[in-house]
């Protein structure tokens, strides 16, 4: 009986992991106890049920679900890496090194939560939410060991390019950069500022901000949305901005 180790491979050429011969050597989250919640007995759309027959088998047909899984995981972190890439500054091999430690670590998150899968969606589709959050993940770390752009660091220089780069846009933009600049400078709080400095001002990639916070996805929408519902109703009261449709300025 052999399992994917934990400490699977993740080299280009490399399969998706080594195998543990014995059972002693199993790390032990590698399957769910055997009391855990059993698969969805039905429902599942015949792909998705394969899937989760293959991957709670035994044997050859175990390990040979592991490898097709890999690969698609590994297609879709490698896709997925090569887009984002340029926004986080890295490329080429590195690159590719990230999106396959992303595809082995997805793996065996995959294969231990097998069970929990509950037909919701198409199991493939269920199984690349794992791969995206695992290279979000390690893009974001990987951003901030290269040391790009300091936290704290507010680039106003680069707002009116944000704003409009037109030679007749020129004027309004930077009239409306400073306007925005006395609106962050007076309506928002610090961790706000923060926030919206980082991501707006610095071009800092969000899931690099997440990372370097310690926060989620999540936390730092909210935190901008609230920034900029303050910078919007300072903006409009100073003239900057028109008042949407149906509220008041």
Known sequence: MSRVDSTASDSPGGVTGRVASKEADQAPNTRAAPNGPPPPPGGLDGESAAWV?????EGPGYEEACERLHALLL????GTARRRGPRYRITGPELDDLAHQAAADALMSVVRKVREFRGESRFTTWA???VIFELSGKLGR??????HVPLDGEDWDRLPGLLGDEPHETTAAGELAAGV???????LTPHQRRIFAALVLDGVPLDA????LGTNRNAVYKTMFDARRKLRA???ADGYLDPAPGRQP
């Open 142 to 147: 990987h951003f901030w060991r290269r040391g």
């Open 128 to 130: 690349y939410k794992f």
């Open 75 to 78: 297609r879709v972190a490698l």
């Open 181 to 187: 600049r006395r609106a962050v400078e007076t309506e």
């Open 53 to 57: 027959r293959s991957l709670t088998s």
């Open 209 to 212: 901000l997440v990372a370097r």
């Open 234 to 236: 300072r903006l409009v």
